[in-house]
């Protein structure tokens, strides 16, 4: 069975941190781009941080300087360390994976980050 199931979500203080992990079954996950996408109440669905299969990452403007995005292949898992966290942070955050060859996409149900201000 296809799965990805996040956790690390939760409530924090705005300059605060928190770290994301997806953990991966059922997938060559080395072979899978994975990614964290985020979506706000009232917004769309907008990617955070994405890992390619070799290595390079991406990131949202909103992100760089305060994120970053790793991947543990033989863990089957991707992070996402969040730093000075800001409450236009808050939002579902949502753990994906896109097969390099066939672009098939697979999603996570998503973890909750609520910032305070």
């Known amino acids: 069975q296809v799965q990805l199931v996040e956790s690390g979500g939760g409530l924090v203080q705005a300059g605060g941190s928190l770290r994301l992990s997806c953990a991966a079954s059922g997938i060559t996950f080395a072979t899978y781009n994975m990614g964290w996408y985020r979506q706000g109440p009232g917004n769309q669905r907008d990617m955070v941080a994405v890992?390619?299969?070799?290595?390079?990452?991406v990131y949202a403007d909103s992100a760089k300087g305060r994120f970053i995005i790793s991947r543990d292949n033989a863990k089957k898992t991707v992070y996402l360390q969040m730093n000075s966290l800001k409450p236009e942070d808050t939002a579902v955050y949502y753990c994906?994976?896109?097969?390099?060859?066939?672009?098939?996409?697979?999603w996570g149900q998503g973890t909750q980050v609520t910032v305070s201000s």
């Open positions: 890992i390619y299969i070799g290595g390079n990452t």
């Open positions: 994906h994976a896109r097969e390099s060859w066939t672009r098939n996409d697979v």
